[in-house]
C-alpha cells in the first residue's frame, strides 16, 4: 500500500475517526476519503495539508521519500541555476546566490528525510 494510503487510513483509526467524520475535517466527502484509502485518487493540496494539521505532521513527516525526491530534484535545478547567478554581479545576482547558499544550507543542516 503506498504511503499516503496507509497514513491517511492508519491515523484515522488510531484516533477512531469514521471516514465521514475525517472528510468533515478536511473540508471533502467520505468517497474521497474512502478513495485515498483504497489508492484510486491522490489527494488535493489543500486536503494534504489539512492531514498534516490534524495529525501534527509536517508534510515530509507524512511522505518522506516524495520530499527528498522534490528535494533532489529542486537542489539539481538550483545547481545548474548557481552558475549563471554567480556569474550576475549586480545586487539582484547577489541576493539569487544568497537564496541558493540558504538552501543549500538547509539541506546539509537537516537529516535525511529516507
Not at 9 to 23: G, I, P, S
Not at 36 to 43: D, F, K, M
Not at 56 to 66: C, E, G, K, V
Request: charge should be positive; hydrophobic fraction near 40%.
Amino acid at each position: 500500500m503506498p504511503k499516503i494510503q496507509c497514513y491517511v487510513l492508519t491515523r484515522r483509526k488510531e484516533w477512531c475517526l469514521t471516514q465521514d467524520e475525517l472528510a468533515k475535517l478536511v473540508g471533502s466527502y467520505r468517497e474521497k476519503i474512502r478513495a485515498i484509502e483504497n489508492g484510486t485518487t491522490r489527494p488535493t493540496a489543500d486536503e494534504l495539508m489539512a492531514f498534516a494539521f490534524i495529525f501534527s505532521h509536517t508534510a515530509p513527516d507524512l511522505f518522506p521519500a516524495y520530499a527528498n525526491s522534490v528535494q533532489d530534484e529542486v537542489m539539481a535545478a538550483a545547481a545548474q541555476l548557481s552558475k549563471k547567478f554567480e556569474r550576475d554581479k549586480t545586487q539582484k545576482g547577489r541576493r539569487k546566490t544568497q537564496l541558493l547558499q540558504d538552501m543549500l544550507a538547509r539541506v546539509t543542516s537537516h537529516v535525511e528525510y529516507v
